[in-house]
């Protein structure tokens, strides 16, 4: 039985992750196709458009991976700029959000903002910006001032970031700005504050070049699963991106980044929680089993299984065999064999739960890998998939989901045709747009009520 049976159910919202580079994208696929061209960004940008969905997600790399001292081969794509991509999916998209992800550590307040000012400008109100951190000296060496931030520090960078930026696009005053004369308008100079902040990360005083767009302040998302990301989230984000694997571990997080921001003084239902999930649909649930097995195995071939394995144990392992068991020694404990991802903390404690749940499960290198790596999953019929989702809308465990399909770009196409209209019988989710915006389309309030 729905938890909400007999209650005001809540809506359902759905958001679509560009795969491009990660460990879900199954670039080898003969169906699949290029992650670079503007077609690809095109197609699932407007399949997820079709589908009703609140907003496409693009997610960006500052430098490309690097394992044993070399550029990683087994997932280098491309990486496209992220403002240029949506600016341009702006002129052929009408309604979805166009989100995307943009480092606080390697950028600037005035900059940032004046790009989302811009996107939200010729989107019409639709950007959004997922909010990121970046401590490693790895990335930090594409840029001139290097890895100098601490990863202490990040997110007091972040705070001040965003802070300055809200600065930025606050200090065009509404009503004052813009006046028409004899059929054109002007710039009000007395409707333009300057921006003067001094703080330990940034000294700016200035003036932003363009009004705010149309939402105010674009939406702001934020990968917050750690305890720092968190209490980041709960005060400043208007959405969270996570990971979770089941439902009662989304419900702890969900009651937990809540209680933060109505501790904050929000409103928690201004604050929405998206985890990232990936799909798979069969005919029957025996057929979705055996195609998310085979995916699963396109998405960890034995080599990147023994990649994987090395970023734990800190040293080369190509000798061994990904269908044998795990190495009996020890891993390394200080190693820069990889870059570009995050190494465990303590790799020694990773390698002993390893070993457990290998030894427990009868597992090799590779059906270990397989384990450990994969995200929450939809996997069954299109009835089935429709079910689960609404199940945790109406549980609590969140309030909707980036999907995150393992094809480039035609994997949302079966979402779209077959679960969209069974979330739509059962009630929850939208039969049309109800606004311009992705503020309107996240049910969030305009920006003028919460500042």
């Known amino acids: 039985m729905n938890v909400r049976e007999g209650l005001q159910r809540k809506p359902i919202h759905l958001a679509a992750h560009f795969p491009g580079v990660n460990n879900t994208t199954v670039w080898t696929d003969p169906s699949a196709g290029s992650q670079i061209e503007f077609d690809s960004f095109v197609h699932l940008a407007r399949t997820a458009e079709r589908g009703l969905f609140d907003f496409f997600f693009l997610a960006e790399g500052l430098r490309l991976r690097e394992h044993r001292g070399r550029i990683y081969d087994l997932d280098v794509v491309g990486r496209p700029d992220t403002f240029t991509v949506l600016a341009a999916l702006a002129g052929v998209t009408d309604r979805i959000g166009l989100t995307g992800t943009i480092n606080t550590t390697f950028n600037e307040p005035f900059e940032v903002a004046r790009q989302f000012a811009t996107l939200d400008h010729l989107s019409g109100g639709r950007a959004g910006w997922n909010i990121v951190t970046s401590s490693d000296a790895f990335t930090g060496a594409n840029f001139r001032r290097g890895g100098f931030l601490s990863h202490a520090d990040r997110y007091r960078r972040a705070e001040e970031f965003v802070t300055v930026a809200r600065e930025f696009w606050d200090s065009w005053q509404p009503g004052a700005v813009l006046a028409d004369v004899a059929g054109g308008t002007f710039v009000d100079p007395s409707g333009i504050r300057a921006v003067e902040h001094r703080g330990p990360q940034f000294d700016v005083r200035g003036f932003a070049t363009l009004p705010s767009g149309p939402q105010g302040h674009p939406v702001l998302l934020q990968a917050g699963d750690s305890d720092e990301g968190r209490a980041f989230g709960s005060?400043?984000?208007?959405?969270?991106?996570?990971?979770?694997?089941?439902?009662?571990?989304?419900?702890?997080?969900?009651?937990?980044?809540?209680?933060?921001?109505?501790?904050a003084g929000r409103d928690p239902s201004q604050l929405k929680v998206f985890p990232a999930a990936t799909f798979v649909l069969g005919d029957s649930d025996a057929e979705a089993q055996d195609k998310a097995r085979h995916i699963r195995r396109q998405q960890v071939s034995g080599a990147t299984a023994i990649a994987m394995l090395e970023q734990v144990w800190g040293r080369e392992l190509a000798d061994l065999d990904p269908d044998g068991p795990l190495p009996e020694f020890d891993p390394v404990v200080d190693s820069d064999i990889t870059g570009g991802r995050v190494r465990h903390v303590d790799p020694v404690a990773v390698a002993s739960r390893w070993r457990e749940r290998a030894e427990a499960e009868n597992l090799s290198i590779r059906e270990l890998i397989i384990a450990v790596t994969s995200r929450e999953q939809f996997v069954g019929t299109a009835s089935r998939i429709a079910d689960e989702i609404d199940e945790y809308i109406q549980a609590d465990a969140c309030d909707g989901f980036i999907l995150v399909p393992h094809l480039t770009p035609h994997g949302l196409d079966e979402f779209v045709d077959r679960v969209v209209p069974l979330l739509q019988e059962r009630g929850a989710y939208r039969s049309e747009y109800g606004g311009e915006t992705l503020r309107d389309h996240l049910g969030l309030s305009e920006i003028a009520a919460r500042t």
């Open 235 to 263: 005060r400043y984000a208007d959405a969270l991106f996570t990971l979770h694997g089941s439902l009662p571990d989304g419900q702890r997080y969900y009651a937990d980044v809540k209680g933060r921001a109505a501790a």
